[in-house]
């Protein structure tokens, strides 16, 4: 289970790791897109850390929402529609001041639901979604199988971190590395990374605990 | 009238187009940019888009103009925001396809007829 605490500690987490890797995620960007992914993450999650400060928010479905419309406002990229639209999505299946392990599996499923309706992309298209759907498999299969949350999230980081490898291998068609078509064989997608980092401060938050 | 929403990138790209179409337009049309980010990086905010498609909005619909990547997201994500049906996004070239729409405006309320005049600037031969 995942209280509205955990929760705001998780954020803050992926704030802190996204800051972290601001420089990393720009570096993966600039050779196949247009070099502002990590300075645009950690613009919308330095927002959402102010905002959430402010808000004060304890309900799950409050916070989410105000992840979501924070980094709608002020990423400036498409990661700041995609994840808001994740983000605004997770938020409609949740209520209450907590989110158990099996409300997380739809949780999930809901975010990734958003990011499909807004990008319109599929895995294997070199995008957030190939690290996004796999380890979204494998968190649900723990879960299912009756594994305690902590060890759903790190095998779900893992097949995260699986993706992100896989990204290299494959040719980007949807978004600006579209254009760049062969030549972003070899490369890994920014946008599979900072999903992965994001996923991987969450299990970390839940490790802590 | 039917309202514009000018999105890019740019700022001073979409105010741009949006002063060339009132240059164009024979009348004041509700035309609105919504460019670049609020703190001035180059990007699109949907919050913006949101409130632009809101204030040119006379009640007989809106067209939003786009530059690209980004932007249409942004601007999908401002109509689902909305949660309204009078908005559209227009598949069209943002210069010409804005000042052949603010032309169309004072003449008609017709929408699919402002749309197929923004469409058919794509085919356009400059030269």
């Known amino acids: 289970m995942i209280t509205s605490k955990l929760l705001l500690k998780s954020l803050n987490n992926m704030q802190a790791v996204i800051a972290e890797n601001k420089e990393y995620l720009t570096e993966l960007d600039a050779k196949i897109g247009d070099a502002d992914h990590g300075i645009n993450m950690n613009k919308g999650f330095k927002a959402v850390k102010a905002k959430l400060e402010d808000a004060g928010e304890d309900s799950c479905d ?135 980092l994001l996923l991987k401060a969450l299990y970390e938050t839940v490790s802590e605990d | 009238m039917i309202g514009i929403v000018v999105v890019s990138h740019s700022s001073k790209v979409a105010e741009g187009v949006v002063d060339i179409a009132r240059q164009v337009s024979s009348e004041a049309i509700p035309i609105m940019a919504a460019g670049g980010t609020s703190d001035g990086r180059i990007g699109t905010d949907a919050m913006r888009i949101k409130d632009a498609i809101e204030s040119v909005n006379q009640g007989n619909g809106v067209l939003i103009f786009v530059d690209l990547g980004s932007a249409i997201l942004s601007a999908e994500t401002a109509i689902d925001l909305l949660g309204v049906d009078y908005v559209e996004i227009v598949d069209a070239p943002l210069v010409e396809g804005v000042i052949a729409s603010a032309v169309q405006v004072t003449i008609t309320d017709d929408i699919e007829d402002i749309k197929r005049v923004a469409h058919e600037s794509k085919k356009m031969n400059k030269i």
């Open chain 1, 62 to 196: 409050k916070i989410l929402k105000t992840v979501a419309m924070t980094l709608i406002s002020t990423v400036g990229g498409a990661s700041g529609p995609l994840y808001g639209t994740a983000f605004l999505k997770a938020a409609g299946v949740v209520e209450g001041d907590s989110i158990s392990d099996e409300n997380l599996v739809e949780v999930f499923s809901a975010a990734i639901g958003g990011v499909q309706l807004r990008g319109k992309a599929e895995q294997g298209e070199k995008t957030m979604l190939d690290a996004l759907i796999p380890a979204y498999n494998a968190f649900k299969e723990a879960i299912e199988n009756g594994e305690v949350l902590e060890d759903a999230l790190g095998k779900s980081v893992e097949a995260a971190a699986d993706g992100v490898e896989y990204t290299k291998t494959i040719v980007a068609s949807k978004g600006r590395a579209s254009y760049l078509g062969e030549r972003t064989l070899g490369h890994q997608d920014p946008g599979a990374t900072s999903s992965y």
